[in-house]
């Protein structure tokens, strides 16, 4: 926690470590973690990254639109008003009985739907919008 806090000192932007954080993962899960990066860039050009809590990417656009955390075996995409986006194809897969948040637990092999993963990243955005209104 320490070397994260220093590095943001040191002038490093949130996507810098955000890429740091990736290479230093070295297996799948940096894979996995680039390439559902690159999703949500390609759904909102206008998301901006930060690096939170105890390293943490988060991604937003009007507020927060999602976190993604790596832990030994999966890695975690946890949107904060999840339970608010419809969901017809069933990317969430995880907190399914919560109030506010709904999660994509990806594990090693897993395939995202790509075109329903970005609609979620869209329709995040769409209602921070809202909120902010």
């Known amino acids: 926690m320490e070397k994260k806090k220093a590095d943001i000192k040191q002038g490093k932007s949130p996507s810098q470590l955000i890429t740091e ?4 993962l070295g297996d799948w899960r ?3 973690l680039a390439h559902v990066r690159k ?3 390609e759904a909102d050009p206008n998301i901006t990254e930060e690096w ?3 390293g ?3 991604w ?7 976190t993604g955390e790596s832990y030994k075996d999966h890695v975690k995409l946890t949107f904060h008003k999840g339970a608010a986006i419809k969901d017809p194809k069933g990317v969430f897969n995880a907190g399914l009985d919560g109030n506010a948040r709904r999660a994509i637990d990806l594990y090693e092999g897993d395939k995202i739907n790509e075109s329903a993963f970005k609609e979620i990243i869209r329709a995040a955005v769409t209602l921070n919008s809202k909120r902010k209104k």
């Open 21 to 24: 954080r990736i290479a230093e």
């Open 30 to 32: 940096g894979e996995t």
């Open 39 to 41: 999703l949500i860039k």
């Open 52 to 54: 939170k809590w105890r």
């Open 56 to 58: 943490v990417p988060v």
């Open 60 to 66: 937003y656009d009007n507020g927060m639109v999602c």
